[in-house]
């Protein structure tokens, strides 16, 4: 058992959040136990109760935790200029994060947003609205350029469906590709990352020279 330290109730708080997002990224809302998060965290369950009221409680405090990273990732990601060139980098950042094992808490948030996605998908439902929220109008003005510069050709994809499915390789990539002794893919880190973009940009219909001179630039 942890040995109990008496810390700042602001910061007993955010040592309960921490360990509930692990367990609840790890086991899902429904088979984590209340017992579980109080030992991992130092406490008694009746003091953790004092934070957080209930079970229920405390998975909306995660989630909200989540959605704050969310934010943090969008700041850090959000294309700076509107053009085939920004998109394809971004992308490799994106993917990059997505596969870094040392991205702990970016791995919590893809599993609680994995999870939702096989549950009642209300959780899920929100990040997605956010990030198209956030993110559309500079991605729209993205495309549009990168089309018109000739770099995008054939058939239109929505804005919408095209972040969502990014968004989608990311989510089960992160799953699969953290953990090198378990992953089913081939090739590095790097391969991979480099895949992933190939295969979302070919999908929204850049042409092999953009997508190659954008990742040399």
Request: aromatic letters at 8%.
């Amino acid at each position: 058992m942890n040995k109990r330290i008496r810390l700042p109730a602001h910061e007993r708080r955010a040592v309960i959040l921490g360990k509930a997002r692990a367990i609840f990224a790890q086991s899902g809302y429904e088979a984590a136990r209340t017992q579980d998060i109080a030992r991992e965290s130092g406490v008694s369950e009746a003091l953790m109760y004092r934070h957080f009221p209930s079970k229920e409680v405390l998975y909306r405090a995660v989630l909200r935790d989540v959605i704050r990273d969310q934010d943090a990732s969008y700041d850090k990601l959000a294309l700076q200029e509107f053009n085939g060139r920004a998109l394809i980098r971004n992308l490799h950042a994106y993917f990059s994060i997505v596969v870094d094992p040392a991205e702990v808490r970016i791995r919590e948030g893809f599993r609680l947003l994995l999870a939702s996605l096989v549950g009642d998908t209300g959780f899920a439902t929100l990040v997605y609205r956010r990030a198209n929220r956030l993110m559309q109008h500079r991605i729209t003005a993205a495309m549009q350029q990168a089309r018109a510069a000739g770099e995008i050709v054939g058939r239109e994809i929505s804005v919408r469906n095209t972040s969502l499915f990014t968004e989608h390789v990311g989510t089960v990539l992160n799953v699969l590709a953290t953990k090198a002794e378990r992953s089913p893919y081939e090739g590095s880190t790097e391969d991979l990352v480099r895949d992933a973009v190939w295969f979302c940009c070919r999908a929204v219909g850049f042409t092999d020279e953009a997508i190659e001179r954008h990742l040399q630039d």
